[in-house]
């Protein structure tokens, strides 16, 4: 028997999208509004659900149209057990209410919206677009990282670049359809086509090397299908889908941007410690992955790590994760039945191809279990 939500309607539901009125432009799109108000029920309900395996969640939610929801909660059931490996059942009802906000936030209207998380690969895409008038959602917007991420923001200059943070309460495993849906919100308030999530493709198709599962392959051709069921005339890319976070790096740089902002950036798994700063550990698997794509790119890595990668001994206390990846690195290359399910008709192969690059990248660095 699922566990059931029903999230209130009216003020609650007014001030749940509130957090994101300073980044808006115009009124989205009540659609819009809707799938971030289900992404924000769906996290809440993960939350109660606890970590448990094979769970079944219900999550029902009041909408202003509900006739344009059929076939798009079936694709967002298959989305959500992709993302959480449990069984979800949503509904939606008929809204007594629906928002109608006096926006009194960003006056400019932005052409570009990208999901950033202050870590190397959104910096990385930012400072491609730097010469738009852009809005940056935020997915953590927990001080301090919230304070760390607003200063990368700043320091990508002219034109206005406005920071849309998005308060989540830590845990669970759906914050990346929330993350994803408030960037839709945010496009559809600005009438940009398109919500950029970069993740460099090694990552985004392997996560548990780091990455976010929210710029999973499946997850965004899922929830695009979502949104063209839903009549929204959006689409979540990712512009880094087919390079290496090497190649990401290197791009960036030739095109004149300072090594020292790219060193500034966090990749971290563990970003904060007691000292309450905010820096890279050195010894997670996004470290690793990111030292070696400085090494690779440039010769060299100034970030300010915790703990320096260069230093990691295998076997040594400390060094578990890099074990872990040089015994991955050791594996036979992924197939694609290790990339299974993969949408219907898509072109794994660049996918294959870009692991295959990302992975030659790692053993130029770290090596491989021999």
């Known amino acids: 028997m699922p566990l059931p939500v029903r999230p209130a309607e009216g003020s609650r539901r007014n001030a749940a999208v509130s957090r994101l009125v300073g980044a808006l432009h115009r ?6 509004v809707d799938l971030f108000l289900l992404a924000s029920a769906v996290h809440t309900a ?19 149209a509900p006739e344009r929801w059929g076939r798009a909660l079936t694709m967002l059931e298959r989305l959500l057990s992709h993302l959480t490996g449990d069984d979800w059942e949503l509904e939606v009802r008929a809204a007594s209410s ?18 950033f998380t202050g870590g190397l690969d959104s910096y990385c895409h930012g400072s491609s677009v730097r010469d738009r008038p852009m809005v940056l959602v935020d997915r953590r917007g927990r001080r301090p990282l919230e304070r760390f991420q607003r200063g990368l923001a700043d320091g990508l200059g002219v034109p206005p670049t406005r920071l849309a943070s998005l308060s989540v309460a830590p845990g669970g495993r759906t914050r990346g359809l929330l993350f994803l849906a408030a960037g839709v919100l945010v496009a559809s308030s600005h009438r940009v086509r398109n919500l950029r999530v970069p993740e460099n493709g090694l990552l985004a198709a392997w996560p548990p090397l780091g990455g976010i599962r929210a710029a999973h392959p499946v997850t965004l051709a899922r929830l695009n299908v979502v949104l063209r069921h839903l009549k929204l005339p959006h689409r979540v890319v990712n512009p880094f889908a087919y390079l290496t976070k ?36 050195g ?10 794509a ?17 230093a990691l001994e295998p076997g040594e206390k400390g060094s578990e994760a890099l074990d872990a990846l040089r015994d991955w690195l050791a594996a036979p290359e992924p197939s694609a039945d290790d990339l299974a399910p993969w949408p219907p008709g898509a072109d794994i192969a660049p996918v294959l191809d870009v692991i295959e690059r990302g992975r030659q990248e790692l053993r130029d660095v770290w090596g491989a279990t021999s």
């Open 246 to 281: 090497g190649e990401t790096c290197r791009e960036t740089l030739e095109s004149g941007t300072d090594p020292a902002a790219l060193f500034a950036t966090v990749s971290c798994a563990f970003p904060k410690a007691g000292d309450g700063a905010v820096l890279n550990c």
């Open 27 to 32: 009124a989205p799109d009540q659609t819009a």
């Open 98 to 115: 629906y928002w109608s906000p006096d926006i009194p936030g960003w006056g400019r209207r932005a052409d570009t919206v990208v999901g």
């Open 283 to 292: 010894t997670c698997l996004p470290c690793l992955v990111r030292h070696a």
């Open 46 to 64: 993960d939350l109660l659900a606890g970590e448990g395996t094979a769970r079944a969640v219900g999550v029902s939610l009041p909408v202003v």
């Open 294 to 310: 400085f090494i690779v790119a440039t010769g060299d890595d100034g970030t300010p790590y915790r703990v320096d990668p260069a």
